[in-house]
């Protein structure tokens, strides 16, 4: 793994195993976009939640310099006696390329970048799941093209929700070896690859994987509303040992 080049912030996701993880959700949504809770309430969930750090992924893109600054800076305010908060922002890959949504000054205020396969390019509605015309093997290959295309060229830290456009907007299941061969790229790149609350259904599964690879890891709930804050650590507590 190039550990040389690998956020020291992602350090916190090293105990991680298939069946223990950390105190910490790296993927949270607030007023700010799309979220249903404010900094305030999103973070006294993660209180309430036992986390220990958090990061707070608002949706941005290269045009969002004229708020995101006053975002950072409410997270900044938070109180870190209990639970660090940290600034970033999810990002959508752009293009074959791997080119990001994402503009300087957004990325100034980070903390932490995470990309993430949102749409196919030239597409204006992504609402349409298995009737947009792609076949099975074209979704896939195409978000993994581009998933791998993002990682090659770096300039972020994390990639969001690996194939969540297969799980979640398609319904199908990505082969294993697809999976595999970005864990492989995350750990070449050094960029964490998230296990997602919302679009992994079997989480313990991909740690184990990322393990087998060497892949950096990073925990996401993916929450939108304070209940859900830190759902990917109550999936494991509910795990029979």
């Known amino acids: ?33 799309d979220g249903s809770a404010s900094v305030v309430d999103m973070h006294c969930a993660a209180i309430a939640a036992g986390l220990g750090t958090v990061l707070f992924s608002e949706h941005a893109r290269a045009s969002s310099g004229d708020w ?14 209990h639970c660090k908060a940290l600034v970033g922002a999810e990002v959508k890959v752009l293009n074959p ?5 994402i503009s300087n000054a957004v990325r100034r205020e980070c903390a932490l970048v995470m990309a993430s396969v949102h749409r196919f390019p030239g597409e204006t509605d992504i609402r349409k799941g298995r009737d947009a015309g792609y076949s099975e093997e074209q979704a896939i290959g195409i978000e993994f093209e581009l998933a791998r295309a993002a990682l090659r060229a770096g300039g972020f830290d994390i990639l969001g929700h690996p194939f969540g456009m297969a799980y979640r907007r398609f319904g199908w299941v990505p082969p294993q070896h697809l999976i595999r061969e970005l864990a492989r790229e995350c750990a070449r790149a050094g960029i964490a ?8 259904d079997r989480p313990a599964d991909m740690i184990a994987l990322c393990r087998e690879e060497k892949a950096p890891i990073s925990l996401g709930s993916n929450a939108h509303a304070p209940e859900e804050v830190g759902r990917l650590q109550r999936v494991f507590r509910s795990v029979p040992s």
Not at 12 to 27: G, K, L, P
Request: with cysteine.
């Open 1 to 33: 793994m190039s550990s040389d080049r690998l956020n020291p912030a992602l350090r916190v996701f090293d105990a991680c195993s298939a069946s223990e993880v950390v105190a910490a959700d790296f993927h949270m949504h607030t007023t700010w976009t």
């Open 97 to 101: 390329r791997g080119e990001l949504d």
């Open 68 to 81: 995101f600054g006053k975002f950072a800076a409410e997270v900044r305010a938070l109180p870190a006696e």
């Open 193 to 200: 690859f998230e296990v997602n609350a919302r679009y992994h």
